[in-house]
């Protein structure tokens, strides 16, 4: 089993509509979450970054964790064309006395006019 | 303020050449470190830094060494380069070690023939 699962897609949507992206995760010692977007050709670029589990809001963005059920989410709302990318969510873990980010492969999410 | 920069953004070589990949960071980052990434594989370590003079291997050190003299600069050296390196590369900076998220610059894209 992969230490962080996330389904690659790509995932379709009408532009309004409500994008839900998930991660799953088998190892308890990860600590924080993140969300990256990725268009193409360019280098990840944080979204959302949260500690506990709950819900953490930023404009159109949710982000969700459910450390309980290893379980994470980002929420768009209203999603425009322009959310078109690949995201990807990442989690930290102590390795050698330093932090290291696991990264899930990256889903690609294509929003419609 | 330009971030993470990379370059060359795109290199061709051939097999059994050697060359190096730049990144430089403006954020006086402490830390920094190198991904690749492939399709299906998502984002995996290469080699990461903790400060000027400390560095240490990540998921998939082989085949590529790194230095880190200033707290600026961050280069990786392909010693003999593969076909099996073909890949995106990706430099990465943050603030600190400990749980603090990356920042991306906008990768170098090698092919290996």
């Known amino acids: 089993q992969k230490e962080v699962e996330q389904d690659p897609g790509p995932l379709s949507v009408p532009e309004g509509a409500i994008v839900s992206l998930n991660c799953t995760y088998s190892n308890s010692a990860f600590q924080y979450f993140m969300w990256y977007r990725q268009y193409s050709r360019k280098g990840p670029e944080l979204l959302m970054y949260t500690y506990s589990s709950g819900n953490k809001e930023d404009g159109r963005f949710t982000a969700q964790v459910d450390k309980s059920s290893k379980y994470i989410s980002l929420f768009i709302r209203d999603s425009q064309p322009s959310d078109s990318a690949t995201y990807l969510c990442?989690?930290?873990?102590?390795?050698?006395?330093?932090?290291?980010?696991?990264f899930g492969k990256g889903t690609m999410l294509l929003v419609s006019p | 303020n330009a971030g993470v920069t990379q370059t060359p953004k795109f290199q061709v070589l051939k097999t059994g050449q050697s060359m190096t990949l730049q990144c430089a960071q403006d954020m006086n980052h402490e830390y920094m470190s190198w991904y690749r990434q492939d399709p299906g594989m998502g984002l995996r370590l290469i080699h990461y830094?903790?400060?000027?003079?400390?560095?240490d291997q990540g998921e998939v050190p082989n085949g590529y060494n790194v230095s880190r003299s200033t707290t600026e600069d961050f280069p990786l050296r392909l010693l003999s380069a593969a076909p099996s390196q073909t890949s995106v590369y990706f430099c990465?900076?943050?603030?600190?070690?400990?749980?603090?998220?990356?920042?991306f610059g906008n990768g170098t894209r090698l092919t290996v023939t």
């Open positions: 830094s903790v400060g000027a003079g400390i560095t």
């Open positions: 990465a900076s943050s603030l600190s070690p400990y749980n603090s998220p990356l920042h």
């Open positions: 990442a989690m930290s873990s102590m390795n050698s006395g330093y932090s290291t980010l696991t």
